[in-house]
C-alpha cells in the first residue's frame, strides 16, 4: 500500500504513519507526507497513491478536498471542524473529526 498523508502538524502527521504502521504490520507499507496542497498535488503528479490521508485544519483541509482530482474513496479525510455534510455532498465516505485515534484510522482503514 502507497499512502500520502497531508497535515501541517508534524506530529499528527508522525502519529497517523504510526496507526497506517500498526493496522498493516509487517506488510510493506509506503508512506510519504506533506504539508500543503501545492506538495500533495506535485507528490500525486509523480506517483500515484492507493490512498490520501487529508488531516489539515479549518477550511484548508476543505479546500484541499474539493481541489484534489481522485476517486473520493482513496481519500480519508480528518478535520478539527465538522464537515460531515460536505463529505457526504462531495462523496467522501471516510472522515472523521479529530482527535485522531487509533480505533478511527482502523476504523477508516477497514473500508477503504
Not at 5 to 29: A, F, M, P, Q
Not at 62 to 88: E, R
Request: hydrophobic share 40%.
Amino acid at each position: 500500500m502507497d499512502f500520502i498523508i497531508c497535515d501541517r502538524i508534524h506530529k499528527e502527521c508522525s502519529l497517523l504513519e504510526t496507526y497506517i504502521r500498526i493496522y498493516y504490520g509487517n506488510r510493506d507499507v509506503q508512506i510519504r507526507c506533506c504539508k500543503d496542497w501545492q506538495e500533495l498535488s506535485k507528490q500525486i503528479r509523480e506517483r500515484n497513491a492507493d490512498a490520501v490521508i487529508i488531516a489539515q485544519n479549518g477550511t484548508e483541509g476543505l479546500d484541499i478536498i474539493t481541489g484534489l482530482k481522485l476517486t473520493s474513496g482513496k481519500i480519508i479525510w480528518f478535520s478539527d471542524l465538522d464537515f460531515a455534510v460536505q463529505a457526504y455532498r462531495l462523496c467522501i465516505p471516510h472522515f472523521s473529526m479529530k482527535p485522531i485515534t487509533l480505533e478511527k484510522m482502523k476504523f477508516m482503514l477497514d473500508h477503504l
